[in-house]
């Protein structure tokens, strides 16, 4: 408001960067900056606009050689001047501010928030030496042949997965169940999708059709609370560049709520830095329960995801319904993506149109974190 009103009194017009540049003598950049920040309704994006200590110099000697009204130009300098003081008391630094600023923002947050995790991706794939151009996940749940139990599938994909180092192992497959409040143990058998390779190799469950050849070598690990699967070390870049996918069902989990369990919740973990992260989420039609599902973003730094308040992250990114259809949707990222599907209904013995379909795509998903696609489970007495 101090800028537009100091603008108008010498005749420029706040909202063209030529206009601006000509009454302040102002290149054209510093002239764009000023008429987004007149023009910005939302704080963050004034702030995102806002240029450095050299371009406010600049500013500032622009503002004193106009004609306007003192009490005017001494507005827009106040104006300044508490923008620097909230650097200096807030934060101390502008690249801080900013990042606060995106907290508190209205619009353009998705965008901001996709910035700074890319950022985050790059320095993640460097320290951690391990990066995936897409995670692709892909969770199934439909009647159980046991009264009030369903049965989960799920499919794990690490898609052109490569080290940055060559002495890097990675976990691409992990198995673990727990309740509401996050009891973690093997409580109920799992097999592999793919059963026949999985005893043959005696090894993990991969999809040997969806991996890339030769399949990626992992070794079991086990301990008390879940069995993982680890890639071993192997050569660094495009040269080690490689696909792993994995899948398990589980058996006649309980449908009903208890006491210590209310939600079904299916919970698709980033485990390590990518560009992009798809989850897939299909209910049987039966299923009605949960054909009204949430989605939570929670961090995963401790290892092992706790639901607690304070781990919640913010998510931009909706859930989409994609209803029921008899073909899967347009996946460019995985050119396989039907051919994984039709193999995925055939090994469960249903089709795609018995299903109904929820999505949700992350790009540079932060990382770890564990995205909850949940849902209430129904009592005995609603039956």
Not at 139 to 166: E, H, K, T, W, Y
Not at 361 to 372: G, H, N, S, V
């Amino acid at each position: 408001m101090a800028f537009s009103e100091l603008l108008i009194s010498i005749g420029a017009d706040p909202s063209t960067p030529g206009s601006i540049s000509e009454h302040l003598g102002l290149n054209k950049n510093l002239a764009w900056k000023l008429t987004k920040i007149i023009g910005a309704e939302d704080p963050a994006a004034a702030l995102e606009q806002m240029p450095g200590p050299p371009g406010i110099r600049i500013l500032l000697k622009g503002i004193d050689k106009t004609k306007a009204e003192p009490p005017l130009v001494q507005t827009a300098r106040d104006a300044i001047s508490d923008y620097e003081r909230l650097i200096r008391v807030h934060t101390g630094d502008r690249a801080t501010l900013d990042m606060m600023g995106s907290n508190l923002a209205t619009k353009g947050r998705q965008t901001r928030d996709e910035q700074h995790r890319k950022l985050l991706y790059q320095g993640s794939s460097y320290v951690w030496g391990a990066q995936a151009r897409t995670l692709l996940k892909i969770g199934m749940m439909v009647p159980s042949q046991r009264d009030g139990c369903v049965d989960l599938a799920n499919v794990n994909s690490f898609i052109d997965f490569r080290r940055i180092r060559p002495d890097v192992s990675w976990i691409m497959s992990r198995r673990a169940s727990n309740s509401d409040d996050n009891h973690t143990g093997k409580a109920y058998s799992h097999e592999a999708l793919d059963r026949a390779y999985a005893l043959k190799n005696d090894l993990a469950p991969l999809m040997p059709e969806f991996c890339s050849d030769p399949v990626p070598d992992l070794r079991r690990v086990e301990d008390r609370d879940a069995v993982s699967y680890e890639l071993t070390e192997g050569p660094a870049g495009n040269t080690g560049a490689l696909t792993c996918t994995a899948g398990t069902v589980h058996r006649e989990l309980p449908m009903y709520s208890s006491a210590e369990n209310r939600w079904g919740t299916h919970t698709a973990r980033c485990e390590v830095p990518s560009e992009l992260m798809i989850v897939d989420m299909l209910f049987h039609r039966e299923l009605t329960f949960a054909m009204d599902p949430i989605v939570e973003l929670y961090s995963d730094v401790a290892g092992m995801t706790s639901t607690h308040v304070r781990t919640k992250l913010h998510l931009s990114e909706q859930l989409m319904d994609l209803g029921v259809s008899r073909t899967p949707p347009p996946t460019p990222q995985y050119t396989r993506y039907r051919a994984m599907m039709e193999w995925l209904m055939d090994r469960m013995g249903h089709k795609y149109e018995d299903f109904r379909a929820f999505r949700i795509k992350i790009a540079y998903p932060a990382f770890p974190t564990a995205l909850e696609i949940k849902h209430p489970l129904p009592s005995r007495e609603d039956d």
